[in-house]
Each structure stands twice: as C-alpha cells, then as structure tokens.
C-alpha cells in the first residue's frame, strides 16, 4: 500500500512529541518526496477544528503519556479527526517512567474514527518536569532509531494491499485503564515575568487569564508545562517542597534509562 501524503498530527506542548513526528516524516520526504501535513492540537483553537483523511493517506498520532493515559485535552481534539479506512502510526512519547495504557486508549479513539492503526512507537523523550530525568532524549542513538522505526513502518505499510477488514497490533496496557488525576505541580510566574502574555496565548487549555498573566486557574491547568517552554523570559516553573519529594521519588523510579520500542503488525 503506497502513499505519498503525510500527516502529522499531534498534541505537544513543549515540542519534544512534535520534533520526534517530524524526524519521521522526514524520512517520507526523502524516501517518497512525500508531502508533510502538520496539525498541531496543542493549540486552544484548534478544539473547534475538525479534519478528515482518506483512505490513500497515512495519518501519525503523537501524544505525550500524562500517568500512562492520553491527555483528556488531546482525546478530545482527536476526536474531531474522522478517517476512512484511513492507517495511523500511534506514536507516544514519555519522560522514562512509563506508557502504562496510552496506546490501548490512543488506539481506541482512532478506531472509533475510522481510522486502522497499523504501527505504534513509543519513544523517551527528557522528561517535562523534572529535566535532570532522561536528559537530552531523544540523544543521537534515539535520533537513528527513530528514522529506522519509519523505515520499518514504510515497509510493514508495502505489505499491505487492503486494511478494510482491520490489521491485528497487539499492544501493552490494560483495561480499564488506569485513574489519572493530574499532578499537583502548577507553574508560577517568577520574578522576571513582564506579563508580555505569550503563556496565556499558547496555554492549551486557556488557564492563564489573558488580562494578567500571572493568574492561573489551577483547576483549569494541566500541568502540560507549555507555559514554561514558551516563556522567553524564562519566568515561570514549576518548585517547593512537593516538588523536590516528587523529583526524588521519580530518579529513583526512572535510574534506569528505558528502550525505545516499536509494535508492527503480526
């Protein structure tokens, strides 16, 4: 099954989801001169935003696991995708503890769709809150790695001729999936916030007040640390005591560093 166009969609609040979607791509480009299509759901507007596929595309969804689930945020918006018989690549990202039931849930919004997934890739990316975790991944080594996922996947792809009746991918996780809640770590503007508004622009979720920026409605907030990437005064981050007990319990959960995987049909 050939295809020349490409879609990466994805929910990605400080980039690292986006940037691993785009290395793939990347190779669609130079194997196929393929043409790239990015949909970034990050964005507060693209809620209202609805897309649909046809079936001689190939859709990648990317997402970051929040506690081993897909953020609530980016089901959402995945849901305006419809498709038509239409093969995704799950792609997830996580900062070296665990995927836990991301891609059984990922893959349950996508069928629901239309759409049939035929390849996932989990990939360790640093982690979003407590940097010093799994620091600078995706390094070289992950870089490769993932350019020769896509390759595996173009191929698993070849093989292919009609995914009308479904392609089997057995995946981890479990059912019902696990309780996520949230983290009770908030970013808080620091001293050198100008209230410049960029955080309250890019906010997914539109928790930051627009009016003054350095208000945050903690009950809206996700803890997505968008805020924190964009800020160019680097002004807001997440600290305290909660924090520092939060970080020490994760290092020793994650002193390990953690494979890059991918699942392809059977």
């Not at 997505?224 to 020490?248: D, F, I």
């Amino acid at each position: 099954m050939k295809t020349a166009k490409i879609n990466l969609v994805f929910f990605s609040p400080t980039g690292s989801t986006k940037n691993v979607l785009e290395r793939m791509g990347k190779k669609w480009t130079d194997d196929y001169e393929a043409t790239i299509r990015e949909i970034n759901v990050t964005r507060l507007e693209s809620e209202q935003e609805k897309y649909s596929f046809k079936e001689n595309e190939l859709v990648f969804f990317g997402v970051p696991s929040f506690g081993g689930r897909v953020p609530e945020t980016a089901a959402r918006r995945f849901r305006n995708m419809r498709g038509s018989n239409t093969p995704a690549v799950l792609v997830v990202t996580y900062g070296n503890r665990a995927y836990e039931d991301t891609f059984l849930e990922l893959r349950h919004i996508v069928r629901q769709n239309g759409f049939v997934p035929i390849a996932a890739i989990a990939v360790v990316t640093e982690h979003s809150i407590f940097h010093d975790i799994a620091k600078g991944r995706p390094d070289d080594n992950d870089r490769k790695e993932i350019w020769n996922f896509a390759g595996q996947v173009q191929k698993a792809l070849d093989k292919i001729d009609d995914i009308s009746g479904g392609v089997t991918l057995a995946l981890p996780g479990n059912k019902p999936y696990r309780t996520y809640e949230g983290v009770p770590l908030k970013p808080k503007p620091g001293k050198q916030c100008n209230g410049c508004g960029i955080c309250a622009k890019e906010c997914p979720v539109g928790a930051i007040s627009t009016e003054n920026p350095r208000r945050l409605n903690q009950t809206v907030c996700i803890s997505c640390m968008r805020c924190v990437h964009v800020c160019p005064q680097h002004s807001r981050e997440v600290g305290g005591l909660t924090y520092q007990l939060a970080q020490k319990k994760l290092k020793r959960l994650c002193a390990e560093p953690k494979k890059n995987e991918i699942f392809l049909p059977e």
